[in-house]
């Protein structure tokens, strides 16, 4: 969960420079804070889930972490091109 806080927050810092790539960072944290916490003891006796239940739902939340972390680097990689020397 620690790590999905971070992972916020930096994303939270770049909403300035970029917004798109703000918040996606900032939704990958989130995904990450919500694996995390559907992994603990305290989510199941809060939300009333069986331990099947939590574990499908902390797996299902990395997994979308890990996909809009490919999806960022796939638009990151799209967005930078290599440049070709000028001559004038």
Same mark, same amino acid.
């Given at each position: 969960?620690?790590?999905? &806080?971070?992972v916020?927050?930096?994303?939270?810092l770049?909403v300035?420079?970029?917004?798109?790539g703000g918040?996606q &960072?900032?939704?990958?944290?989130?995904?990450l804070?919500?694996?995390g916490?559907?992994?603990?003891?305290?989510a199941g006796?809060?939300f009333?889930?069986?331990?099947a239940?939590?574990?499908?739902?902390?797996?299902a939340?990395? &997994?979308l972490?890990?996909?809009?972390?490919?999806?960022?680097?796939? &638009?990151?990689?799209?967005?930078?091109?290599?440049g070709?020397?000028?001559?004038?």
């Amino acid at each position: 969960m620690l790590l999905g &806080v971070l992972v916020g927050g930096y994303g939270l810092l770049v909403v300035p420079v970029s917004l798109l790539g703000g918040l996606q &960072v900032a939704a990958i944290g989130a995904c990450l804070f919500l694996a995390g916490l559907f992994a603990t003891d305290w989510a199941g006796e809060q939300f009333d889930l069986e331990p099947a239940t939590r574990r499908n739902l902390s797996i299902a939340f990395a &997994v979308l972490a890990v996909l809009l972390v490919v999806a960022f680097l796939v &638009v990151n990689y799209a967005s930078f091109s290599v440049g070709e020397a000028v001559s004038e």
